[in-house]
Nanobody
Framework: QVQLVESGGGLVQSGDSLRLSCAAS????????MGWFRQAPGKEREFVAG????????YYADSVKGRFTISRDNVKNTVYLQMNSLKPEDTAVYYC????????????WGQGTQVTVSS
């Protein structure tokens, strides 16, 4: 089991930046990748960014490419999401999740952190 705790959300204005953190504990060494997802009110949860734990390779949704950066600290077992040039449409609850192996579904989720961007 892996436990995930997100932090860093808040209320910001359009154009501002935020950095989210996801602290992982438990069987983190058995993780293939970590991802950030978000869910806005009335919408389905969507993928935002992912990072392969061992190599650091990253991938992003088109909607955030060039504005968001995912990174990880292997020593601290923490994954970050740096969000720049925030837009009102980025408003959502952000979740981090663990993908146990390639091709498998994400199986551990954090409780989420609210990000609200005002115009």
């Amino acid at each position: 089991q892996v436990q995930l705790v997100e932090s860093g959300g808040g209320l910001v204005q359009s154009g501002d930046s935020l950095r989210l953190s996801c602290a992982a504990s438990g069987r983190t060494l058995s993780s293939y990748a970590m991802g950030w997802f978000r869910q806005a009110p009335g919408k389905e949860r969507e993928f935002v960014a992912g990072i392969i734990w061992s190599s650091g390779s990253t991938y992003y949704a088109d909607s955030v490419k060039g504005r968001f950066t995912i990174s990880r600290d292997n020593v601290k077992n923490t994954v970050y999401l740096q969000m720049n040039s925030l837009k009102p449409e980025d408003t959502a609850v952000y979740y981090c999740a663990r993908q146990p192996s390639f091709g498998k579904s994400y199986d551990s989720w954090g409780q989420g952190t609210q990000v609200t961007v005002s115009s």
